[in-house]
């Protein structure tokens, strides 16, 4: 059993936690980071199973550390991608409204787009709609060109090379999932499957297990992680030449989740989705899969049910979707009334990491709080992997200050 110490420990190699310790590392190349990460590669989950879009921030609260980490996370995250060769397009992006009654949310987020200085935005014409994407029917939309797709694992495994060429006494940790925490003498000890880690700063960046982690560091929380699992469709071959790069539908302004909508990939294809259910497994990325202690640790949660009973027709709604396919390509209908069933195949899932508070409200913000000389990144949903330099940034700030 290993017992190493090293003078930074990132818990969670997604990539806000690998785009921390590479931020750490450029920082400090004379210290050492010990990465731990409790599956057998990076990517796994949430980094790996998202659309693979550049976000713009046009959709944020103006002020919100999202609107804020998002557009400055995008300019790093094109400039690392050019600096190191990653496959990438700045393709933009199509916010159509189908509808009169869409119209007013459409302006609204224009509205926002301008208060974050989204660049380039504009309002386009049902023609002028046609122009970019022939099979869409809307009759106004959003035009954002800073949008784009790229490969967030490739990104990650850039930032995993940086850091471990740079200080040979950086590591990577595989398969070392997190027994328990403990502190002594000013220094936290993290015990895992493969022994114990001891550094003066710990930063957890753990996603779907965030709250699990910050209780066995003893932080007495606020909410709850539950997750959302999101299921994919892709265009068939021959129905690729319906999409040219990214069309969203105006999202519903209740919810943190943008709609299913189209989104061209940067290995090829066309994605069509995802939706939004509850599932029954945090890591679980089948319809069936199932965990109890997850299960029974969101169904104990007062706030689940405070939040399915504010929203069960929206959930029902979202649950036949995951289950029919036609219904499925009912929804993708509505922005493009020429597509059929024939036209899509199933293809992955996703499970959100979505923090809900006691009274049943879905965290909308990130969320990152500092406990006994410790970080843990709490909330971290889209647009995090955009904004993932931007908030390790943030997280070196916080440390820095302590």
Request: glycine share 6%; net charge positive.
């Amino acid at each position: 059993m290993l017992n190493k110490k090293y003078d930074f420990i990132i818990v969670g190699a997604g990539i806000v936690g690998l785009a921390t310790a590479y931020k750490l590392q450029l920082k400090f190349p004379q210290k050492s980071i010990a990465i731990l990460e409790k599956e057998a590669e990076v990517g796994l989950h949430q980094t790996g199973r998202n659309s693979g879009v550049i976000h713009s921030g046009i959709y944020y609260k103006p002020g919100s550390y999202k609107a804020k980490n998002c557009k400055n996370g995008r300019d790093q995250l094109v400039l690392f991608a050019k600096k190191h060769a990653i496959k990438f397009d700045v393709c933009g992006k199509v916010i159509v409204a189908t509808n009169q009654k869409e119209l007013p949310i459409l302006e609204s987020i224009y509205a926002k787009g301008l208060e974050n200085k989204t660049e380039g935005i504009k309002f386009l014409s049902a023609n002028e709609i046609k122009e970019k994407e022939p099979f869409i029917e809307a009759v106004k939309a959003i035009w954002v060109p800073t949008a784009g797709i790229i490969d967030y694992v490739a990104v990650s495994k850039k930032f995993i090379e940086l850091v471990e060429s740079s200080n040979s006494e950086s590591k990577l940790y595989t398969n070392c999932k997190v027994k328990n925490v403990s502190s002594l003498n000013l220094e936290t000890i993290v015990h895992t499957v493969l022994g114990d880690f001891t550094a003066e700063k710990v930063i957890f960046c753990t996603g779907l297990q965030s709250d699990r982690n910050a209780e066995k560091d003893n932080l007495k929380l606020d909410m709850h992680i539950v997750g959302f699992r999101g299921d994919y469709y892709e265009l068939t071959d021959e129905a690729t030449h319906k999409i040219n790069n990214l069309v969203y539908p105006v999202p519903d302004p209740k919810y943190p989740f943008l709609g299913v909508h189209f989104t061209r990939m940067i290995n090829g294809g066309i994605e069509c989705g995802p939706n939004a259910v509850f599932t029954f497994k945090r890591e679980g990325y089948k319809r069936t899969s199932f965990s109890f202690r997850d299960t029974f640790e969101a169904l104990t949660f007062g706030g689940t049910w405070k939040l399915f009973f504010e929203n069960w027709r929206k959930g029902i709604d979202e649950y036949k979707r995951a289950f029919s396919k036609r219904l499925f390509v009912n929804a993708l209908r509505n922005m493009m009334p020429s597509i059929t069933p024939n036209d899509v195949r199933p293809s992955r899932a996703g499970v959100r990491a979505q923090a809900i508070d006691y009274d049943g409200n879905m965290v909308d913000d990130f969320k990152i709080m500092k406990h006994n000389g410790n970080i843990h990144v709490l909330n971290a949903p889209s647009p995090a992997a955009t904004s993932c330099l931007a908030i390790a940034d943030e997280i070196v700030n916080v440390t820095l200050n302590e």
